[in-house]
């Protein structure tokens, strides 16, 4: 385990048996609709990479960037777009996949802002939520599993652009950010 990192929540081994088993749902729900799977950046790409290849029917794949936290570990409540969704989305299936959901303030405003392009439908599935700290109205067709409200790294999430690479999600050290 590294150094900086208090406790591992979830194994790289559980983080795959859960993937596999999202991915097979995913495989049932959206046969024959070809649906664009949107990752949000950077810390949705982790989950993306493995989800996609879990999943076995046809997919397309596309990347937005929303950025809400900047370098500090607080939500600024400012949702800004970083990187646009470039493809046609109109009368299409969308699943946004993203890491984490905290504040519930980012994936509201991706909902709003891609419903705003007339999918055919629109779901979300999510790595990790963090049950406690947001209102209780964000429905996610997908999720993976429940966090505490501690800072969580690992499998794409990052402190300060690190540890992202991290093959598990643990609870960092509060000594590294406080
Ligand atoms: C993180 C995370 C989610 C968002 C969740 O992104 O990836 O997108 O914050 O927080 P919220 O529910 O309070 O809005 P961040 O802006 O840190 O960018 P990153 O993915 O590039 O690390």
């Known amino acids: 385990m590294h150094y900086d990192i208090e406790k591992i929540l979830y194994s790289e081994q559980?983080?795959?048996?859960?993937?596999?088993?999202?991915?097979?749902?995913?495989?049932?729900?959206?046969?024959?609709k070809n649906p664009i799977l949107i990752s949000i950046l950077k810390g949705g790409v982790v989950f993306l990479a493995d989800i996609m290849r879990a999943v076995s029917?046809?997919?397309?794949?596309?990347?937005?960037?929303?950025?809400?936290?900047?370098?500090?570990?607080?939500?600024?409540?400012?949702?800004?777009?970083?990187?646009?969704c470039n493809i046609d989305i109109s009368n299409r299936h969308v699943l946004i996949i993203e890491d984490i959901v905290d504040t519930g303030l980012s994936l509201n405003y991706i909902l709003r802002y891609l419903q705003g392009k007339n999918p055919l439908s629109l779901n979300i599935c999510v790595l990790l939520d963090?049950?406690?700290?947001?209102?209780?109205?964000?429905?996610?067709a997908y999720k993976?599993?429940?966090?505490?409200?501690?800072?969580?790294?690992?499998?794409?999430?990052?402190?300060?652009?690190?540890?992202?690479?991290?093959?598990?999600?643990?609870?960092?050290?509060?000594?590294?950010?406080?």
């Open 14 to 32: 559980a983080i795959q048996q859960k993937v596999e088993e999202l991915g097979k749902k995913i495989s049932r729900d959206y046969k024959d």
């Open 57 to 84: 029917i046809p997919i397309e794949i596309e990347f937005m960037g929303v950025a809400s936290y900047g370098n500090s570990t607080k939500s600024t409540g400012v949702v800004q777009i970083t990187k646009d």
């Open 130 to 140: 963090k049950v406690d700290t947001h209102e209780p109205d964000i429905e996610m």
């Open 144 to 178: 993976a599993f429940d966090v505490p409200d501690e800072f969580i790294v690992g499998y794409g999430l990052d402190y300060d652009e690190k540890y992202r690479n991290l093959p598990y999600i643990g609870i960092l050290k509060k000594e590294i950010y406080q």
